[in-house]
């Protein structure tokens, strides 16, 4: 059974920067996902199995950053010049296969997520 756990969430001011952080029990392509009040999980960032390849979606692309260590098992998302409408509970994501993979439905373990609020 694959366990992820998040951490780094919290409460910061528009402007502010938080690092996100996903421990895998093992090595994995991974994603990170956002679902914020009264709207749809939606994809933020995924980097591959060998951290060779990432993608973002456009909303976070040049202020969030996806990174991996493989020594740990563990992914991170560095959060940059954050937004209102970047609060959102988010969510790392496991996929059995090497690739990236850019929607939820290509993923198949979850963690419990972390809750990000960010203070206009």
């Known amino acids: 059974q694959v366990q992820l756990v998040e951490s780094g969430g919290g409460l910061v001011q528009a402007g502010d920067s938080l690092r996100l952080s996903c421990v895998a029990s093992?090595?994995?392509?991974m994603g990170w996902f956002r679902q914020a009040p009264g709207k749809e999980r939606e994809f933020v960032a995924a980097i591959s199995w060998s951290g060779g390849s990432t993608y973002y979606a456009d909303s976070v692309k040049g202020r969030f950053t996806i990174s991996r260590h493989n020594a740990k098992n563990t992914v991170y998302l560095q959060m940059n010049s954050l937004k209102a409408e970047d609060t959102a509970v988010y969510y790392c994501?496991?996929?059995?296969?090497?690739?990236?993979?850019?929607?939820?439905?290509?993923?198949?373990?979850w963690g419990q997520g972390t809750q990000v609020t960010v203070s206009s």
């Open positions: 994501a496991a996929r059995l296969r090497q690739a990236v993979g850019k929607t939820s439905r290509e993923y198949d373990y």
């Open positions: 093992g090595r994995y392509a």
